[in-house]
């Protein structure tokens, strides 16, 4: 195997740092005031960006160079997130130490819980994983093409841990199945408002235990050797402690039920053909009602909009962050010859509108 | 095309480093590390790769039995017998789904591929019975296409089949060469699939 990369990587280069720097202040900027993250208690931390896109031509150059950049830059963005003060000490909250430790290697975080087993079975490990995910998908054109997909104000580093069928640690699915996936799917070939999950973190969920104060948040980073947070970060994980009431947070029990429908939908009873499709159709029409009962008026689901007089159920904190503009630090894609370079900085080009503007 | 078990090792001999890395190592009693170290040497020695163990048998029979009852499928031989070598693993945000285990969710090893895909097909309707999701990352879905009986590779944001290979072994080996950061550009020659759709 000498092809494997499981040795020390080289240091990210600066435009990657530079470009993580930059992705700090945007989230900074998306939510100045801490009270918003507790907005929507089933979701906390989590406003609905809205942007308009198209879907991309999955065969065509932008989606496949997308795809491309984004594989060549993903363990650069890990070393260059741990590498900044506020990312490293927002990662040792979110993904503990050995999740820190992983990412300097460029790998996702994941943290080692358990080896029990029994007698008769073989050892293994109960893991908590960790994956990078996309905000605005990779799948939608947006005014800053690639450079705007693929810049780490894109990303989220969320749980995706899934024991057996038990989803209650696995939020991006639920964000996936329940908000993003319906307004993807069958979406007209047009440029649409697409209302993309953007978490307050660049980890989601932020913690993985509770903050009753602001010293005992600090106590804890102490004893992770991390220098406190800047009273904003500090605010606004405490707010997010504060809607889970100072316990871990799990996906809500009642979002669960759309993981497990189509097996109830699909039993022995509704093997013929004709039954089946029906149960299939029942579910899809399930899964629309539920995306409603998040989504505004002019949101598409299924190829649908919505319509004028479609008021939401659940208030989630709607932004137009305007992070698709193209970014103030582009990521460079990563070729062969600029590999290596750690100090040559990329001349900044102008910001398109950084303002952000937020309704409730 | 068969599993590459060199890879399996390499994938075994990571866990183990991390492992003995690991926060969880170091605060296990010397008792507790001293047994637990005999029990990855004693796998070793019953020719188990520690820590990325394959499964057992009648842990592949219950979950052959429940994709049957529950998707009502039957799952590709050839998955089967990849389980006999190893029973799903998650590294490096790639994930192969293992069995299910006769096990409370909470004592379950990860992703297990009877719950995943009812979870799957739930999310995403249109992919019931044209996808056994097989596995996953960041960027795509690893699936058995149920009509065409090839091994594909969605796109996890567009669904679209992306590639296909010819053999489930080897759409594994690429996933532990995704998990294990191995370049694969120049050595992957999985044919691009035709034009087809997922319908809605």
């Given at each position: 195997?000498?092809?494997?990369?499981?040795?020390?990587?080289p240091?990210p280069?600066?435009?990657?740092?530079?470009?993580?720097?930059?992705?700090?202040?945007?989230?900074?900027?998306?939510?100045?005031?801490?009270?918003?993250?507790?907005?929507?208690?089933?979701?906390?931390?989590?406003?609905?960006?809205r942007?308009?896109?198209?879907?991309?031509?999955?065969?065509?150059?932008?989606?496949?160079?997308?795809?491309?950049d984004?594989?060549?830059?993903?363990?650069?963005?890990?070393q260059?997130?741990?590498?900044?003060?506020?990312?490293?000490?927002?990662?040792l909250?979110?993904?503990?130490?050995?999740?820190?430790?992983?990412?300097e290697?460029?790998?996702?975080p994941?943290?080692?819980?358990?080896?029990?087993?029994?007698?008769?079975?073989?050892?293994?490990?109960?893991r908590?994983?960790?994956?990078?995910?996309?905000?605005?998908?990779?799948?939608?054109?947006?005014?800053?093409?690639?450079?705007?997909v693929?810049?780490?104000?894109?990303?989220?580093?969320?749980?995706t841990?899934?024991?057996?069928?038990?989803?209650?640690?696995?939020?991006?699915?639920f964000?996936?199945?329940?908000?993003?996936?319906?307004?993807?799917?069958?979406?007209?070939?047009?440029?649409?408002?697409?209302?993309v999950v953007?978490?307050?973190?660049?980890?989601?969920?932020?913690?993985?235990?509770?903050?009753?104060?602001?010293e005992?948040?600090?106590?804890?980073?102490?004893?992770?050797?991390?220098?406190?947070?800047?009273?904003?970060?500090?605010?606004?994980?405490?707010?997010?402690?504060?809607?889970?009431?100072?316990?871990?947070?799990?996906?809500?029990?009642?979002?669960?039920?759309?993981t497990?429908?189509?097996?109830?939908?699909?039993?022995?009873?509704?093997?013929?053909?004709?039954?089946?499709?029906?149960?299939?159709?029942?579910?899809?029409r399930?899964?629309?009602?539920?995306?409603?009962?998040?989504?505004?008026?002019?949101?598409?689901?299924?190829?649908?909009?919505?319509?004028?007089?479609?008021?939401?159920?659940?208030?989630?904190p709607?932004?137009?962050?305007?992070?698709?503009?193209?970014?103030?630090?582009?990521?460079?894609?990563?070729?062969?010859?600029?590999?290596?370079?750690?100090?040559?900085?990329?001349?900044?080009?102008?910001?398109?509108?950084?303002?952000?503007?937020?309704?409730? | 095309?068969?599993?590459k078990?060199?890879?399996?090792?390499?994938?075994?001999?990571?866990?183990?480093?991390?492992l003995?890395?690991?926060?969880?190592?170091?605060?296990?009693?010397?008792?507790?590390?001293?047994t637990?170290?005999?029990?990855?040497?004693?796998?070793?020695?019953?020719?188990?790769?520690?820590?990325?163990?394959?499964?057992?048998p009648?842990?592949?029979?219950?979950?052959?039995?429940?994709?049957h009852?529950?998707?009502?499928?039957?799952?590709?031989?050839?998955?089967?017998?990849?389980?006999?070598?190893?029973?799903?693993?998650?590294?490096?945000?790639?994930?192969?789904?293992?069995?299910?285990?006769?096990?409370?969710?909470?004592?379950?090893?990860g992703?297990?591929?009877?719950?995943?895909?009812?979870?799957?097909?739930?999310?995403?309707?249109?992919t019931?019975?044209?996808?056994?999701?097989?596995?996953?990352?960041?960027l795509?879905?690893?699936?058995?296409?149920?009509?065409?009986?090839?091994?594909?590779?969605?796109?996890?944001?567009?669904?679209?089949?992306?590639?296909?290979?010819?053999?489930?072994?080897?759409?594994?080996?690429?996933?532990?060469?995704?998990?294990?950061?191995?370049?694969?550009?120049?050595?992957?020659?999985?044919?691009?699939?035709?034009n087809k759709?997922?319908?809605?």
């Amino acid at each position: 195997m000498s092809a494997s990369k499981n040795h020390p990587p080289p240091p990210p280069r600066q435009e990657m740092i530079d470009a993580v720097a930059e992705a700090i202040r945007d989230f900074e900027k998306l939510a100045p005031d801490p009270e918003i993250v507790g907005a929507c208690p089933q979701l906390p931390g989590i406003i609905l960006d809205r942007v308009l896109g198209r879907p991309l031509d999955r065969k065509g150059e932008e989606y496949q160079a997308t795809i491309k950049d984004y594989d060549k830059i993903r363990e650069e963005y890990f070393q260059a997130l741990v590498s900044h003060p506020i990312g490293r000490t927002l990662a040792l909250l979110a993904v503990g130490p050995d999740g820190v430790k992983l990412m300097e290697a460029g790998r996702s975080p994941s943290t080692l819980t358990d080896t029990t087993a029994p007698p008769e079975r073989a050892v293994r490990g109960r893991r908590v994983n960790y994956n990078c995910h996309h905000i605005i998908p990779k799948s939608v054109a947006v005014t800053g093409g690639r450079a705007a997909v693929n810049h780490p104000s894109n990303f989220v580093i969320a749980n995706t841990t899934r024991r057996g069928r038990d989803q209650s640690q696995n939020p991006h699915h639920f964000w996936h199945s329940l908000l993003l996936h319906p307004q993807t799917h069958n979406a007209p070939n047009a440029e649409i408002p697409i209302y993309v999950v953007r978490p307050l973190f660049p980890f989601y969920p932020p913690i993985t235990q509770g903050f009753k104060s602001a010293e005992a948040l600090r106590e804890h980073l102490k004893n992770l050797g991390a220098p406190p947070l800047p009273e904003a970060w500090e605010n606004r994980i405490l707010a997010f402690s504060k809607t889970t009431g100072h316990r871990a947070y799990s996906v809500p029990k009642e979002f669960h039920e759309i993981t497990r429908a189509f097996g109830e939908l699909y039993s022995k009873a509704n093997r013929e053909d004709s039954a089946n499709t029906a149960a299939r159709d029942a579910l899809a029409r399930k899964v629309e009602e539920l995306s409603a009962q998040w989504l505004p008026g002019d949101a598409y689901i299924n190829g649908r909009q919505l319509g004028p007089d479609h008021v939401p159920k659940n208030k989630l904190p709607i932004v137009d962050s305007n992070l698709t503009a193209v970014p103030e630090t582009p990521v460079p894609t990563k070729t062969k010859s600029n590999r290596k370079r750690t100090q040559t900085r990329m001349t900044a080009g102008p910001k398109v509108g950084a303002g952000t503007s937020m309704k409730v | 095309m068969h599993l590459k078990t060199e890879l399996l090792r390499e994938l075994s001999d990571l866990f183990v480093g991390d492992l003995r890395a690991s926060q969880y190592y170091h605060q296990l009693s010397p008792e507790d590390r001293t047994t637990l170290e005999n029990r990855l040497a004693g796998d070793a020695a019953r020719g188990s790769r520690p820590l990325v163990p394959g499964a057992l048998p009648e842990d592949i029979e219950r979950t052959e039995q429940a994709a049957h009852d529950e998707l009502g499928i039957d799952l590709p031989t050839e998955l089967l017998d990849i389980f006999a070598e190893v029973d799903g693993f998650s590294e490096n945000g790639v994930s192969l789904y293992g069995t299910d285990q006769d096990l409370p969710d909470e004592q379950t090893y990860g992703p297990t591929i009877v719950a995943e895909n009812l979870s799957l097909w739930s999310a995403m309707p249109e992919t019931a019975e044209k996808y056994l999701f097989i596995g996953d990352s960041d960027l795509w879905y690893f699936a058995f296409d149920l009509e065409s009986k090839q091994f594909v590779v969605l796109s996890r944001s567009t669904l679209e089949p992306v590639h296909s290979f010819g053999s489930a072994a080897e759409m594994i080996n690429d996933m532990l060469m995704q998990a294990l950061r191995i370049n694969s550009e120049e050595g992957n020659a999985s044919p691009p699939v035709p034009n087809k759709t997922v319908n809605g």
